[in-house]
């Protein structure tokens, strides 16, 4: 037990928590690219604070491992522990606390640094712009594509061209939160009412590294103010629409128009129906 202890390690990935793994489970992770030598972090009982995996000795080959000194995001990500701490730590006998809140200085360099996955424009374009921009482009080519290939073909084509942008748009979501800090998990969080608000909140405003920092720019301040005006403006509309349908049902001259259109329907089903059997 105390072998498995001394070789206990916890890593993040993602921005999640994990482990703990003897080191060897550790090296096999790295070698499956399981492991961002700059952002993902380590520790184990004995370490002052956590460290950038790249940082650890023997645990990437050093000719294939880029350069951690010169980058930003490692630079960012060495005070990480108040993100990403495991349980039952414990305080060194330095007499720091590793795993204190990070300070100022510190949350700006996790705001600078050089996030992997996508940022805001490039989700944006593809969540937002690029499906529409596809659909007008279909209407003009499918026409010209029916002409060529025929109708036949274009109507099985159609389907995989349709999927096209919705395919964009879940790789770009799912790299959003690899951006974001967030695990990619929070995709299936967008299927719960509510909690997709927020969610939805995230993608569409937030900055990169927002999970750690927790600080919005200017742009994401404008871009928050916009959502939630969009999502009370969609809420205001449905409200507006039940409440015009409920008065609407109540009104009996409307109801006597309706009976009436539903009553020529039937007469006009009646009188194209072929005549009964005898």
């Given at each position: 037990?105390?072998?498995?202890?001394?070789?206990?390690?916890?890593?993040?990935?993602?921005?999640?928590?994990?482990?703990?793994?003897?080191?060897?489970?550790?090296?096999e992770k790295v070698?499956?690219?399981?492991?961002?030598?700059?952002?993902?972090?380590?520790?184990?009982?004995?370490?002052?604070?956590?460290?950038?995996?790249?940082?650890?000795?023997?645990?990437?080959?050093?000719?294939?491992?880029?350069?951690?000194?010169?980058?930003?995001?490692?630079?960012?990500?060495?005070?990480?522990?108040?993100?990403?701490?495991?349980?039952?730590?414990?305080v060194t006998q330095?007499?720091?606390?590793?795993?204190?809140?990070?300070?100022?200085?510190?949350?700006?360099?996790?705001?600078?640094?050089?996030w992997p996955g996508?940022?805001?424009?490039?989700?944006?374009?593809?969540?937002?712009?690029?499906?529409?921009?596809?659909?007008?482009?279909?209407?003009?080519?499918?026409?010209?594509?029916?002409?060529?290939?025929?109708?036949?073909?274009?109507?099985?084509?159609?389907?995989?061209?349709?999927?096209?942008?919705?395919?964009?748009?879940?790789?770009?979501?799912?790299?959003?939160?690899?951006?974001?800090?967030?695990?990619?998990?929070?995709?299936?969080?967008?299927?719960?009412?509510?909690?997709?608000?927020?969610?939805?909140?995230?993608?569409?405003?937030?900055?990169?590294?927002?999970?750690?920092?927790?600080?919005?720019?200017?742009?994401?301040?404008?871009?928050?103010?916009?959502?939630?005006?969009?999502?009370?403006?969609?809420?205001?509309?449905?409200?507006?629409?039940?409440?015009?349908?409920?008065?609407?049902?109540?009104?009996?001259?409307?109801?006597?128009?309706?009976?009436?259109?539903?009553?020529?329907?039937?007469?006009?089903?009646?009188?194209?129906?072929?005549?009964?059997?005898?």
């Amino acid at each position: 037990m105390n072998e498995m202890t001394a070789d206990a390690w916890y890593f993040t990935r993602d921005g999640e928590r994990l482990g703990p793994v003897s080191f060897s489970e550790l090296r096999e992770k790295v070698s499956q690219g399981g492991l961002n030598p700059r952002l993902d972090m380590v520790w184990k009982t004995g370490m002052e604070a956590w460290k950038p995996s790249g940082e650890i000795d023997g645990l990437f080959e050093r000719s294939s491992m880029p350069a951690i000194a010169d980058s930003a995001p490692a630079a960012a990500a060495a005070p990480a522990a108040a993100a990403a701490q495991p349980a039952k730590a414990e305080v060194t006998q330095t007499g720091g606390d590793p795993y204190a809140p990070p300070g100022e200085d510190v949350m700006e360099q996790l705001r600078s640094a050089n996030w992997p996955g996508a940022r805001r424009r490039g989700y944006l374009f593809m969540v937002v712009l690029f499906p529409m921009l596809w659909n007008v482009g279909m209407i003009f080519t499918m026409p010209m594509l029916a002409q060529t290939v025929g109708n036949e073909l274009v109507g099985f084509l159609a389907f995989g061209i349709v999927l096209v942008p919705l395919v964009a748009s879940i790789v770009f979501t799912l790299k959003r939160f690899t951006n974001l800090g967030m695990s990619r998990w929070w995709f299936f969080g967008q299927m719960v009412p509510f909690l997709n608000l927020w969610i939805g909140y995230r993608l569409f405003a937030c900055p990169a590294g927002y999970r750690y920092h927790k600080k919005l720019d200017g742009v994401g301040i404008a871009l928050a103010i916009v959502y939630w005006l969009m999502i009370l403006l969609v809420v205001a509309s449905f409200v507006a629409m039940i409440v015009l349908f409920a008065g609407m049902a109540g009104d009996p001259e409307l109801q006597e128009k309706l009976k009436q259109i539903v009553e020529n329907l039937q007469a006009q089903a009646g009188a194209g129906a072929p005549p009964p059997q005898q």
